[in-house]
């Protein structure tokens, strides 16, 4: 291992806080990559076969699966909220002949006890599904209009053992512990203007030390906010300006010269000192609505994509300052990248998934495309790699396993009858899956 390859290790440990060896703290996994290092990863299941256990949910969402300690926790959302109408792209099952007679997530209802619209933080129980405990959040506040893909619940939580941190696209954040009790609570709708983003917010939080970091780049006022992760109260705010807008959520990796905060939103990519909110660095162009989020491999290299309308994919070295363009820019692909997923870097190659059921292949080191080949699906839900398999998880319920590599070997495709629109969790042998309906554990 090479001494910046070392220095990521180390840091990227520093970043997350302690976790169990076998956690999936963040939708984005134990190394921010979506990559496990276990090994005898599941290969074949069914609705019917190589299923441990199927929980049905309560509410809807898009939010992850994440695991903690003996938990599997997740957010959803009970009552109808505001669909913004003309959303695209079309959502896949509901038995629909046409886009317009799909049934979208933000405007369908689950019913509760009243006709208020309620969030529900819930943990079942890693080894057999069963509910341990649920937290309710009443939804307060202006009720931001919603993509047919996903609703108000649509930021995964993360988790650094001690607590769960879960925020809705309210604004409203809370701490809990581990066994669901309240610790503290925000809600930053109020405290810093309405959440306005047309098609709703959908980053989630991401913990660096002592501290909660939240992307707000709404169009009224775009800012960055660090809370301290104990009490919830403010320890600084960047102002990124107006008209600014994101999906994504932020990645903290080790860098050179010390860690950095990237952020993917609508006027392009930009880094910032995690510890104090200053800036470092930006590149890239205008995009209208920046989803994916990044990703990075041991030598110090960024991979993202900014994939509205087929938009460019780009490797950036870290630790640059100012413009990046042409210091740190490694390549850059003018089209291609998926809409919704985000990239995958796995030894060596870049994979991607897009809303047409295309799947491409790309040299990390050089750019260029290694294979690429239509396999048909809907993919919003981002890839996950671990034990030489890549896994892609398609909205009709259908999970494609891929043996990475240089070329295209399908291994399985296995079928749950469940939209998927959320990306999985991988932890003690299993992957755990969100359909619509129900919390699945596929493995042993």
Known sequence: MNKLAGSLVIGLVA????????????????????????????TTWSRDTGVAWRTPL????????????????LTSQIGRGPLRPGSHPALARGGAESPADERPLGGRRVDGDGDGIVFVVSAFSRVDGRVVWEHEIVAEGDLPQAHQKHNMASPSVVSDGERVYAWFATGQLVALDMHGGLVWQRHLGRDYGPFEIVWGHSSSPVLYEDLIILQCDHEPGAYLLALDRRTGDERWKVDRGQGLRSFSTPLVVAGPDGAELIVNASEGLDAYDPSTGIWLWHTGGHNEYPIAAATYDDSGTLYTGRGHRAGPYMAIR?????????????????????????????????????????????DAETGRRVWQDRVGGI???????????????SETGETVVLQAGRELHILQRNDLGERVVSSPAVSDGRIFIRTDESLVAVGP
């Open 379 to 393: 993919y919003s839900a981002s890839p996950v790699a671990g034990d030489g398999k890549v896994y892609l998880f």
């Open 15 to 42: 970043l997350t806080g302690a976790a169990h060896a076998e956690d999936w703290p963040s939708w984005r996994g134990p190394d921010g990559r979506r990559v496990s290092s276990e090994r005898g990863l599941p």
């Open 318 to 362: 870290l630790g640059g300052r100012g413009d990046v363009d042409e210091s740190h820019v490694a390549w850059r692909v003018p089209t291609g990248a998926p809409y919704i997923s985000s990239l995958l870097y796995y030894e060596g190659l870049i994979y991607m998934a897009n809303g047409n059921g295309i799947v491409t292949a790309v």
């Open 58 to 73: 309560r509410g809807l969402g898009v939010s992850s699966p994440i695991v903690a300690g003996d938990l599997v926790l």
